[in-house]
């Protein structure tokens, strides 16, 4: 692997940091300094939480969750922890802090556990149930076929979807235990699970609405967009979910998902418009031969 030097990792964070450019461009930036990884990664990531908008904030907590570096423990909870963050950013830092994992985030984690603020109170709850299932001594070993970090692991047993579906759809059960319903779900990858994955975008809690878009985004299946279309196209819906709604349209990428996005790229939310940029800009890598979001961008200058 090409080694990244200190002027390489400062130059993208310039790219990042940069208002001027366009907000494509600067996700780009965003998920090439996440891919480099370390310290100076992270502090260029860290800097832009300044920035005027939502959905790149959201995007830059939730890359320093994925990253699971320590260093990022403090500017994490200090955007939890501020209240003039939007809800969005506070509840992804909570995560990132989760998917950390360390026993240090505990404190800060417990201290939100009655935020407000529905959607913070519930992600600290399950990054919280999921710090203490590691400190327990579990450990997550799912063959996750997206290298992703997840907000709580995958049932151990191998259950039937319909034996998921009865806890993943219970309000009844603890977010942690529905999540971990969820990711089962989505490690099935059949046409039966991700149909069985749309039904929660029916559900109460708008923090599992969105992380259901999310999951529905990593499979790529086509077979979910109706759904998904559904609640990007409902104006009141929460703003979180529509946001991870048209995400995942653009990472299916099928001429439909285009079209839907292009209608919303005028949206009265700020979010949402946003997103459906990013979105089209994420359809056009998926039918390219690119190797990776965000590749060529090592060598961007300015």
Known sequence: MTKISLEQINS??????????????????LFTLKNIGGKESVEEISRCFEDDSALLKH??????GQMQDTSAIGVLTKVLEDIKQEPMVRHEAGEALGAIGVPEVIPIL???????CVEVAETCKIALDRVNWLKDGNSVDDN??????????PTKNQLTVADLKKTYLNPEESLFDRYRAMFSLRNLRTEESVLALTEGLKD??????????????????????????????DPSEN????H?????LGAIATEECMKILNSYLNDDKRVVKESCIIALDMCEYENSPEFQYADGLVNTEK
């Open 144 to 153: 996750n076929p997206y290298r992703s970090v997840d907000p709580s692991p």
């Open 204 to 233: 109460q809690s708008a923090l599992f609405r969105h992380e259901v878009a999310f999951v529905l985004g990593q499979l790529q299946e086509p077979c979910s967009i109706q759904y998904l279309k559904e609640n990007l196209e």
């Open 12 to 29: 993208i964070g310039k790219v990042l940091n940069n208002k001027d450019r366009p907000l494509k461009e600067r996700f780009r930036a």
């Open 110 to 116: 417990e201290k939100y556990l009655n935020d407000p």
């Open 244 to 248: 991870e709604c048209a995400e995942a």
């Open 239 to 242: 703003e979180m979910v529509r």
């Open 59 to 64: 995007e830059l907590a939730y890359c320093l």
